[in-house]
């Protein structure tokens, strides 16, 4: 691809990445409209698949202990509580758990052991999303100290909202289906240039490449999915409509970050074996530095992988300004955006002679 060409394409994504694109906001709205206009001036037909879906969204967060009342957020989807407990590091039932932001993970273990009320800390202003009977409150980590083993009382009351959501979905080729995906949406009061805004751009210069220089043997569908940071809402309503001759799913999250990785495994277990090395190989030689790694986070492949079709997870290894609102156009890293799409144009060529 032209330089010319990614910079404008570059230009266009701007528009996006400078606002958040939380479901139903005047940013998801736009960025729908610059999806769409892109692909009208192309001549690609295009659908959109609209979905209704819920959830809690906090409107009132209390935290008090003998120290006073402190700053917290709450995630999107907790449950309405009113808790009092000690805070534990390691928690048992009814108190209430202490957790970094490097372990959320720990979250459904924890959850195992009965505990439904988390604190989690973070250098950083964090949103989060939570399902099944939860509550979790993000606070600075200045706060660890002041909490740990102490005594508080927490309350939390929601609102039950209705998001009206919608993917956005078109192809180019013939034959058996190869996906490609990135999620959209952000949480409220995140840009999310890196995550997702980077990724979208991918799916903007491959289509423009393949549009100029389609020679391989399958059909790319690109699937832009709404909903992501909710539960992956967005690719479950995809996949529930059904997936016919679909072989493979390739989910691209967070590559405008420092850290490029081939996510072999995710909490949903591990992806294909055949893909990740195939990937590799073309990763080295674009001059793309990607390790392998596994990942805590929940993909919009995952409906796909349960599914049974292969699935290849691409992104970030490790990016700890994710769903902060400090994910901002500037810290994406231009260059390794190009050499992911140098990479996975590379790959789509050698998948057709696999």
């Not at 992104?315 to 890293?333: E, K, M, N, Q």
Request: aromatic share 12%; glycine share 8%; proline share 4%.
């Amino acid at each position: 691809m032209r330089v010319s060409s990614f910079e404008r394409l570059r230009n266009i994504a701007e528009v996006f990445l400078k606002e958040d694109r939380f479901p139903t906001s005047s940013g998801a709205k736009r960025i729908k409209n610059v999806v769409k206009g892109f692909l009208r001036e192309k001549g690609v037909p295009f659908r959109e698949e609209i979905f209704q879906t819920e959830v809690n969204v906090p409107k009132k967060v209390e935290v008090r202990g003998s120290f006073g009342t402190i700053t917290a957020d709450a995630f999107l989807g907790s449950s309405p509580c009113k808790h009092a407990g000690y805070v534990k590091e390691e928690p048992v039932k009814g108190d209430i758990a202490l957790v970094s932001w490097e372990n959320l993970h720990r979250l459904e273990n924890l959850t195992e052991k009965g505990v439904r009320t988390f604190f989690v800390t973070s250098p950083f202003p964090l949103k989060g999303y939570v399902e099944e009977d939860l509550s979790v409150f993000s606070l600075g980590e200045e706060y660890v100290a002041l909490l740990k083993d102490s005594y508080v009382e927490v309350r939390l009351e929601v609102k039950r909202e209705k998001l009206l959501c919608s993917n956005l979905v078109w192809e180019i080729g013939r034959g058996p289906i190869v996906y490609v995906v990135a999620h959209m949406d952000t949480f409220p009061g995140v840009h999310g240039a890196v995550d997702n805004g980077s990724s979208v751009l991918l799916l903007f210069l491959l289509t423009e490449e393949l549009l100029e220089n389609y020679n391989i043997p399958f059909k790319v569908r690109f699937l832009l999915t709404d909903a992501h940071e909710i539960g992956l809402k967005g690719a479950l309503f995809h996949t529930s409509q059904g997936l016919k001759n679909a072989f493979y799913c390739i989910n691209l999250d967070c590559v405008g970050w420092k850290d490029p990785a081939i996510l072999y495994k995710d909490p949903a277990g591990y992806n294909s074996e055949e893909l990740t090395e195939l990937f590799f190989l073309c990763a080295r030689d674009v001059g793309l530095e990607a390790r392998l790694s596994s990942s805590h986070v929940m993909g919009d492949h995952v409906p796909f992988k349960e599914m049974g079709v292969k699935t290849l997870f691409l992104g970030a290894g490790s990016f700890p300004l994710r769903h902060t609102p400090f994910d901002i156009y500037d810290i994406v890293d231009w260059h390794l955006v190009r050499l992911w799409y140098d990479a996975l144009l590379l790959f789509l060529k050698r998948l057709g002679r696999w």
